[in-house]
């Protein structure tokens, strides 16, 4: 029997607030340092855009924390119908880059979901601010041992290896990682002169990048 593939369709969007606490590592803290982070630039007013913003948790932290100058995108139309509402959210596959420059982009737990991963980093680094700040979080490639770290997360939070299992297989092709080195080879590359780990739990890390040069 063929196995449907993951979707962020209605069910997903239905429960993704569950499913981000159950499977996805430091979710709550990674939503936090990025609010911390942001605290610590000197900019007025900075013009944000969450990428794959989802449900948009990360858009209300940001509201909560007295940012109004909020963008989200998302594909899912889904998603979108469920998210936070207090700010311009944006359904497109493609980063809208008619919306920028941004100060601030974050795309957490999204770029691993983008088969033109790289083109869609190119669009995002086209569209940031000379002096802003770029955060991914990503589910990287990682060794067996690695991996099983993660699934006892999930386990952790009473999945079971069936579920664990047919989660792995549904994600088949949909989810697919990259190296670490990857993403510090492609920030390079886009003129980041500071890229930094700011957080890392088992195969998610989390890159914090700045400081572009203006030509490169
Ligand atoms: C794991 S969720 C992201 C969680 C979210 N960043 C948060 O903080 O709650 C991944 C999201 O990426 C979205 N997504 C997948 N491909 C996308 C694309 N090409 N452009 C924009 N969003 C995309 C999915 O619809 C989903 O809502």
């Known amino acids: 029997m063929s196995i449907k593939k993951w979707q962020f369709d209605a069910t997903a969007a239905e429960n993704f607030a569950a499913i981000a606490e159950r499977e996805i590592p430091d979710y709550h803290r ?6 911390r982070l942001i605290n610590k630039l000197d900019i007025q007013d900075p013009k944000i855009i969450d990428v794959g ?29 469920r998210s936070f509402d207090q700010a311009t959210l944006i359904q497109s596959e493609d980063f809208p880059a008619e919306h920028g420059p941004f ?29 802003g700040v770029l955060i991914i979080t990503e589910k990287v490639s990682g060794s067996e041992l690695a ?25 088949e092709g949909v989810l697919t990682t ?23 739990n088992a195969v998610f890390v989390t890159f914090l990048a700045s400081q572009r040069k203006t030509s490169i």
């Not at 990674?30 to 609010?35: A, K, M, P, S, Y």
Request: aromatic letters at 12%; hydrophobic letters at 40%; glycine letters at 4%.
């Open 178 to 200: 990259f190296p670490v080195d990857w993403y510090f080879q492609n920030l390079k590359q886009h003129g980041f002169q500071s890229i930094d780990i700011i957080n890392a």
């Open 103 to 131: 100060d601030v982009i974050i795309a957490n737990w999204v770029l691993h979901f983008i088969p033109e991963r790289e083109a869609y980093l190119q669009s995002i680094c086209d569209s940031l601010a000379s002096d």
């Open 53 to 81: 913003s989802a449900t948009g948790a990360t858009l209300y932290a940001l509201h909560q924390a007295g940012y109004t100058n909020l963008y989200g995108v998302d594909s899912s139309a889904e998603m979108l119908s």
């Open 30 to 35: 990674v939503i936090d340092q990025c609010i």
């Open 147 to 171: 991996n099983d770290l993660y699934y006892d997360f999930k386990r952790k939070n009473g999945m079971t290896e069936v579920q664990i299992e047919e989660k792995k297989q549904r994600l």
